[in-house]
């Protein structure tokens, strides 16, 4: 533990101190890496188009809780594989080790099986196995099919068959991964005598199908042994093992899967059987050790998620990631089905995956620093001709309205910069553009590092799948839909407010002037001259320039810093063009101005009293995007009987509360039950710092 730590502070200071100052990218080949982890849980996996949707996702370090995480944004994609592409973006604020939240399903969804996935921004440097990964199947009766229904299948599918494999009849291969051990192993025994060739090559993949370790080994025994270390970023989740001739013939394949440290809870409610309406009072108890000082605690009608099925779905058995995520649910999984589930999956699975793609070494620098503070904005500026990086240029961003805010970066030696962002939630508007030199800016151009990870998962085909005896379920959980939306109307997202904020991160003493306060003038430069009598405006060559003076009325060295409504301005001919009745004041900071690394020379701000900035044009490179900030936190509704009011409470998932806290063995839950009567699952879960699993469920009826 003290050594994981030692290495996350050396991670943190590098980071902090060498790699901001330099841009986005590190220059080290032994960059200390650490490995982030997301695990990813939802109310339940079957929703209709314009129901919430709501989420925990849980982030570890090295398969643990330390302090200080790493990053502080997460990353959430609802990924279509219809149309192969996202439905739904979104990022959130990882607060004590976790986001809980939700995300509002879009009305006109179409009916389908989709990933609901969840990462930071360093994760994308390494493997996408570790990502959170849920997949949720969502319907809606108005797109399922012209006649408005949904459809039901009466038989499942098996994709046992050739997978390309073509194994051994005097070779039999065990893979094994013992409790509390550090390496998994496989075992090859043989039928006397050993089958041509002499030797077979072992090779250690991950999830997502990337080479890890391979060795040679010579069959000269009857039984031969090989051990593989588990090594990050690859210790939690499924695990293949290849056996092949050395000409390259797959012999063999096993799996194997590495869950999380599991604890038991038991979870005790007053009774089994409860009226509708009735008060629900429930505790849960950890077997041994104390509970996690947070777990999160959910009732939902049994059907709607994955645990509340027999069997996992066929569609699931196709690819890795939705077999851990069906894993992840159920954690009470004993060793034998875990191995009857990998069995069957293998038989699934293309020789052709395995193709022998090394996984991304964690020596390699990494493309995405970390979230350390807040989300952040990066990219690069070129030269829009050559494509050549353009280093050691300042690139200024400002954050409009709800949040003003400027931020200045200098590019480092690959022309890339950083810009951390703060405060933020929401959609925000953003201005971006290098300090303008004349002719030689229109040569420039600045290219946005697209945050979310562009990598569809390569699923394949997941067509919409709903079997005979899951009717009954989704024609109640509709019908719940149908009571909820009438009594209580569709859920919303927050909506986008634009307005302008005062809380502007650049502030000090500061001469205000005010036109409301003086005779109308004809001209801007009039202002300036006659009002504003610490700031000089002069011709320099063919252009105008700005000087602020000092308290001794000198003037201070180099050019100030000008900006119009928060967007910095170098072009001070245009700005003298915008009408003087559009100006509601001019602000002057008449002193050096430290704002981040950068020194400026005095700061010169006006404010319009119009919205599109008095009519002033930004030529390229300046642009302006719509930035996607971390969404407010989000706290679910109480029933409606607890808050007095008698509407009918049909809800599918009846409780949902990630914050229940704990004392010592012990913690305790209540919450009201449904006017829909029928069986629901009671789950409980939390993680401690070390990783481990506590989970306890029960199931109660509502007659």
Request: aromatic fraction near 10%; proline fraction near 8%.
């Amino acid at each position: 533990m003290m050594e994981r730590n030692r290495r996350n502070a050396i991670f943190l200071f590098l980071m902090l101190f060498g790699l901001f100052a330099g841009g986005q990218t590190a220059n080290r080949s032994d960059w200390p890496v650490a490995f982030e982890k997301i695990i990813l849980d939802t109310d339940r996996e079957i929703y209709f188009a314009g129901e919430e949707l709501l989420f925990t996702a849980s982030y570890f370090i090295d398969q643990g809780r330390i302090s200080p995480p790493l990053s502080q944004i997460l990353y959430v994609e609802l990924i279509d594989y219809q149309h192969k592409n996202p439905t739904l973006r979104k990022k959130f604020r990882i607060t004590d080790f976790e986001v809980s939240n939700r995300l509002i399903l879009p009305g006109d969804m179409p009916s389908g099986n989709y990933l609901l996935r969840a990462y930071t921004l360093y994760q994308q440097n390494l493997s996408p196995s570790l990502y959170g990964n849920r997949f949720i199947t969502v319907l809606n009766p108005e797109s399922t099919t012209p006649e408005g229904e949904i459809l039901f299948r009466t038989t499942r599918d098996s994709c046992f068959g050739s997978n390309g494999f073509h194994p051994s009849p005097n070779l039999h291969t065990e893979a094994l991964l013992p409790e509390g051990g550090n390496d998994i192993s496989l075992v090859l025994t043989s039928q006397s005598p050993w089958p041509a060739p002499s030797r077979v090559r072992v090779s250690h993949y991950t999830s997502d199908f990337r080479l890890v370790d391979d060795t040679l080994v010579s069959l000269t025994r009857e039984k031969a042994e090989i051990r593989f270390p588990l090594q990050a970023p690859v210790t939690t989740g499924i695990h293949y093992l290849v056996v092949s001739s050395p000409a390259g013939k797959r012999l063999a394949l096993e799996a194997l899967f590495q869950p999380m440290p599991l604890r038991k809870m038991e979870v005790v409610t007053a009774g089994n059987r409860f009226h509708p309406g009735q008060q629900i009072q429930g505790t849960f108890r950890a077997a041994e050790g104390p509970l996690p000082e947070k777990v999160q605690v959910s009732a939902v009608l049994q059907g709607a998620t994955l645990s509340g099925q027999p069997g996992i779905p066929e569609t699931y058995l196709r690819h890795p990631w939705l077999v851990e995520a069906w894993f992840m649910s159920k954690p009470w999984l004993a060793p034998s089905e875990i191995k009857q589930i990998l069995t069957r999956h293998t038989h699934c699975l293309d020789t052709l995956l395995f193709s022998g793609q090394k996984a991304p070494s964690p020596l390699s620098p990494p493309e995405y620093l970390p979230e350390t503070r807040d989300v952040s904005i990066s990219g690069i500026m070129r030269d829009k001709e050559s494509g050549a990086p353009l280093p050691g240029k300042d690139v200024f961003v400002s954050v409009l309205y709800n949040h003003p805010q400027l931020h200045i970066s200098r590019t480092n030696s690959r022309g890339e910069f950083i810009v951390p962002l703060n405060r933020l939630t929401g959609l925000n508007d953003i201005f971006i553009t290098p300090e303008f030199t004349g002719e030689k800016a229109s040569s420039q151009e600045i290219l946005i590092k697209m945050p979310f990870s562009g990598d569809i998962p390569p699923l394949g085909e997941q067509p919409l799948v709903l079997y005979h005896d899951q009717r009954e379920i989704v024609e109640t959980m509709y019908s719940n839909f149908q009571i909820e939306q009438k009594f209580r109307g569709r859920s919303e997202e927050e909506a986008d407010k634009r307005e302008r904020g005062s809380d502007f991160n650049i502030d000090g003493a500061k001469t205000i002037i005010k036109s409301e306060d003086y005779i109308r003038l004809d001209h801007l430069r009039e202002m300036f001259g006659e009002l504003v009598n610490n700031v000089l405006i002069r011709r320099e060559g063919e252009r105008h320039i700005m000087k602020v003076l000092d308290r001794d009325g000198r003037p201070l060295p180099g050019h100030p810093l000008v900006l119009l409504d928060h967007l910095p301005v170098f072009d001070i001919d245009a700005l003298l063009e915008i009408p003087i009745a559009q100006i509601e004041k001019i602000e002057v900071i008449n002193t050096t101005y430290i704002l981040g690394l950068h020194s400026i020379n005095g700061i010169v701000m006006l404010t319009t009293k119009s919205s599109n900035f008095g009519g002033m044009k930004f030529n390229e490179p300046s642009t302006f995007l719509q930035f996607q900030a971390p969404e407010p936190p989000f706290t679910p509704a109480p029933s409606a009987k607890t808050t007095g009011h008698e509407t009918p409470d049909f809800r599918t998932t009846l409780f949902w509360n990630p914050h229940i806290f704990t004392e010592g063995q012990e913690g305790s839950f209540d919450f009201q039950a449904s006017d829909r009567k029928g069986v629901y699952t009671v789950v409980v879960k939390g993680y401690a710092s070390d990783g481990t699993c506590y989970y306890g469920r029960k199931e109660i009826v509502i007659e």
